[in-house]
C-alpha cells in the first residue's frame, strides 16, 4: 500500500478535525474523500502530504513515517493544493522550469520535462505568457504541470475543480482520466459527487471528522441508495401537504427545501402513481441515484451544506 491509516487523529487544541479514521491507498489507484467543506477532508491530506503533523494513530505514507522521513516524502509528492500558488509574474515555462530547480533536478530533464508536461495539459501555446492573465482553469491545468515535474510516485489533489466552470471542470477531469491510464496514484479531496464518480476508483465518504462509508462509487450507491430517484417540485407552499402523502410511495423519502426525492426502483411507475394520488406538482424528473443521494442517506444533509 501506498498510503495506510490506522487510527488517524488530528486535533488543533480542543478541536478535532480528523477522529480516529482508517484507509488504505494502492498503487495506481484513484481514491477519494467526499464530503461537505469542513468534514476533515484537507486536515488528512495535509497529513498524507507531510505539513501537518499526526495527533494520535498511525500513518505510513511510501511506506515511511512522515514524522521522521517527511523531506524524503515530499520529494517525491506531487502536490496541487485548493488555492493556486502559482507565480504570477513569470510566464507558464518559467513557472514549471523554477519549480524543477526545488527537486534539484538537472536543467536539461527540467526543460524535456517542461516541454512535454505543458503539451500534456494544452498549454503549450500559452508557454511564453504570464501567469497572471491566464483562466482559472488554464491556471489550474499549469498547477498540476507543476506537481508533475518532479515524476512523484503519488500525486495529492485537494479540491482540484473548485470555483471552476463545467466546461473547464470537464477539461480537467480528462487531464487527470488520462494521469490514472499512465498508471499514476491519485489522492483527491472534492464535494462535487459527479466528479468522485468519474474519478475515484474507491472512495471514503467523511462527515463530521469520521468516515461514514467506503467503496467504489457503484457499491456505495447500490448499498445506500436505489435504483433510480423522482425529483418533485411543487409550488410554493404546497410541498408541506405532498409530503405526508407521498410517503407511502418508494422505500424512502428525502424532502429538501425545494423539493422531495423519492427513492424507488422504478422511477417512472412512480411518477404515475404521484399522478395517481391527485398531487400536481410543477415537475418531475427520474433519474439514477448519485453519491450525493448516497451523502442524504448517510448524513441526512447535502454535500454543499
Known sequence: MLVEARSLTKRFGSFTAVDNIDFEVAAGEAFGF????????SSTMRMIGCV????????RVLGMDPAVDGAEIRARLGVVPQEDSLDTE?????????????FDLPRKLIAERTAELLEFVQLSDRAKVKVDPLSGGMKRRLTIARSLIN????????????????QARHVLWDRLYRLKQEGKTLILTTHYMDEAEQLCDRLVVMDKARIVAEGSPRELIASY??????????AIGDQDAAVPVLETMGERLEALPDRVLVYTDDGDGAAAR?????????????RRSTL???FLRLTGRTLVD
Open 151 to 166: 515524476d512523484p510516485d503519488l500525486i495529492l489533489l485537494d479540491e482540484p475543480t473548485t470555483g471552476l466552470d463545467p
Open 225 to 234: 441508495a436505489t435504483r433510480e430517484v423522482l425529483e418533485l417540485r411543487f
Open 274 to 286: 404521484v399522478e395517481q394520488l391527485g398531487l400536481t406538482p410543477l415537475s418531475h424528473l427520474v
Open 52 to 59: 501537518s503533523p499526526v495527533t494520535e494513530g498511525k500513518l
Open 292 to 294: 450525493e443521494d448516497v
Open 34 to 41: 467526499l464530503g461537505p467543506n469542513g468534514a476533515g477532508k
Open 90 to 102: 513569470l510566464t507558464v515555462q518559467e513557472n514549471l522550469l523554477i519549480y524543477g530547480r526545488y
